[in-house]
């Protein structure tokens, strides 16, 4: 039966392809990466490059055509703004997330903003559930037009001609570990089919000019499972996260060809599906406690938008040999590196205190600049001073305790202002890039030492 089949190993990493099992793959040097794999001679020649099918000319950069206006809007300004300003015709994008997170409703819902306000001809292609239940989502979604089609189909063959037929200008793939390509012979989720069936998705996305979603499952490590080649292929690779018990998700794009990293796109889950953030501080820092030693609002950027989060801080007399120390949120060995400093540069005595930190809200953020938040809640909480709530503090704290600068202060003084907070403490090396301090206290510091001493007057105020 295996006569025209061959074992072929592949790298879980990178794709890298081998006849024989090797401990670490001599492409990306990781260990322990590769699988096993029966695949029939044909998939073999059909994983070659078949983008580069058609032989192409060089073309003068000068003279390539492009048009100004080529990317356009969505239609939800949280998705645009992750995608870098909007849908660029031709890319291909990624959205990953764990099993549940809302990743079919985000697109569900987006290929109803396309199909009845843009009027656009969108095809939805699902792998995973039946034509009955995705009507009975959007349903409950409500609103879609007939412009929207539907696909139940995991054929990669079929979906192709579907799509070189109907020439839908959006189409969406959930998700890319259902789909399967006859030609490569192995089963749907492994590294030959997803590396496959992303090729032949790249090819039409290029070659027809049609903006194409895949949805990719992450794995218990947290990449998209298959091969890493799969983030390498696409052009956009988006990331769809957050806490299953909390009801925000944010989509935050760690990829872009189109535009700049890092920024994140907040959305509330409802019952009625996703709804979108516009002004996620003011949602994160709601509910936040009054009067309450330990706590403190720090800025963190993501992309070109600051946020602004509670960070929590308790801090209390340890009854072990060794302290415990808890984080939720942020960076453990970042914590416990700024407990020392706290220690031998101002002088706070946590050498066997219990710590716990957390970042209100569930979020995950690890920017240094969130350094002076955490220094001085955890500061707040051992000598139990109350931080006025109107006051706001970012900057990254170094080993000897001085204060360093941060990129786009100007940014975060601007939305703490927004917000209403009365008191910055921020670096003293930032006095120059705050260019606008008008209607808010700025209180530079450079050392925290006098980041402390302040929250000591402060409370006397
Ligand atoms: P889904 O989009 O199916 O997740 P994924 O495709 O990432 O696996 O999202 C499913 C979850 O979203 C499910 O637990 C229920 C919840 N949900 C709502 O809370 N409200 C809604 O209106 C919808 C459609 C889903
Ligand atoms: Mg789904």
């Given at each position: 039966?295996?006569?025209?089949?061959?074992?072929?190993?592949?790298?879980?990493?990178?794709?890298?392809?081998?006849?024989?099992?090797?401990?670490?793959?001599?492409?990306c040097k990781a260990w322990n990466t590769f699988v096993e794999e029966v695949v029939t001679p044909a998939g073999k020649n059909a994983s070659g490059n078949r983008i580069a099918a058609a032989p192409q000319e060089p073309v003068l950069l000068n003279q390539v055509r492009f048009e100004e206006d080529m990317r356009f809007k969505s239609g939800m300004e949280e998705l645009?703004?992750?995608?870098?300003?909007?849908?660029?015709?031709?890319?291909?994008?990624?959205?990953?997330?764990?099993?549940?997170?809302?990743?079919?409703?985000?697109?569900?819902?987006?290929?109803?903003?396309?199909?009845?306000?843009?009027?656009?001809?969108?095809?939805?292609?699902?792998?995973?559930?039946?034509?009955?239940?995705?009507?009975?989502?959007?349903?409950?979604l409500g609103g879609f037009s007939d412009r929207m089609q539907l696909l139940c189909e995991t054929s990669l063959q079929s979906i192709r001609n579907v799509i070189e037929r109907k020439k839908p200008r959006i189409v969406v793939i959930d998700s890319i570990q259902t789909m399967m390509d006859e030609e490569v012979g192995t089963a749907p989720g492994s590294v030959s089919q997803v590396r496959e069936s992303t090729n032949v998705l790249m090819q039409l996305a290029k070659g027809l000019g049609i903006m194409i979603f895949i949805v990719g499952h992450v794995t218990k490590e947290g990449n998209v499972a298959g091969p890493r080649v799969l983030e390498h292929m696409v052009d956009t690779v988006l990331y769809f996260e957050g806490d299953r018990y909390a009801s925000y998700r944010i989509l935050r794009s760690v990829k872009n060809r189109f535009g700049s990293t890092n920024e994140i796109g907040v959305f509330e889950m409802t019952d009625k599906g996703l709804n979108e953030v516009p002004n996620p501080s003011e949602y994160l820092l709601s509910g936040r406690p009054e009067n309450a030693s330990g706590s403190v609002v720090a800025c963190s950027m993501n992309g070109t938008r600051p946020l602004l989060v509670e960070i929590q801080a308790l801090v209390c007399q340890t009854s072990f040999a060794m302290p415990r120390r808890t984080t939720v949120g942020t960076d453990f060995n970042r914590v416990n590196l700024l407990m020392a400093v706290l220690e031998r540069k101002a002088g706070?005595?946590?050498?066997?205190?219990?710590a716990y930190v957390n970042i209100a809200g569930g979020m995950k953020m690890n920017e240094p600049a969130l350094d002076l938040g955490i220094c001085l809640a955890l500061a707040g909480s051992y000598l139990d001073i109350v931080i006025p709530d109107s006051v706001i503090a970012f900057g990254e704290v170094g080993l000897s305790g001085e204060i360093r600068a941060v990129s786009m202060a100007d940014l975060r003084v601007a939305e703490a202002r927004k917000l209403g907070f009365?008191?910055?403490?921020?670096?003293?090396?930032?006095r120059q890039s705050v260019?606008?301090?008008?209607?808010?206290?700025?209180?530079?510091?450079?050392?925290?030492?006098?980041?402390?001493?302040?929250?000591?007057?402060?409370?006397?105020?």
């Open positions: 039966m295996l006569k025209n089949k061959k074992i072929v190993y592949f790298c879980k990493e990178c794709g890298y392809e081998s006849a024989k099992w090797m401990g670490q793959c001599p492409g645009d703004r992750v995608l870098g300003g909007g849908i660029v015709p031709g890319s291909l994008v990624l959205v990953g997330g764990d099993p549940g997170i809302g990743k079919s409703t985000l697109l569900l819902q987006v290929c109803r903003t396309l199909s009845s306000r843009e009027g656009m001809d969108v095809l939805y292609i699902s792998g995973e559930e039946s034509a009955r239940q995705i009507r009975m989502r959007a349903d409950r706070l005595a946590l050498g066997n205190t219990d009365k008191t910055v403490i921020l670096p003293e090396v930032c260019k606008d301090g008008s209607g808010i206290r700025l209180s530079f510091v450079s050392h925290i030492r006098d980041a402390i001493r302040l929250i000591k007057t402060e409370r006397n105020q």
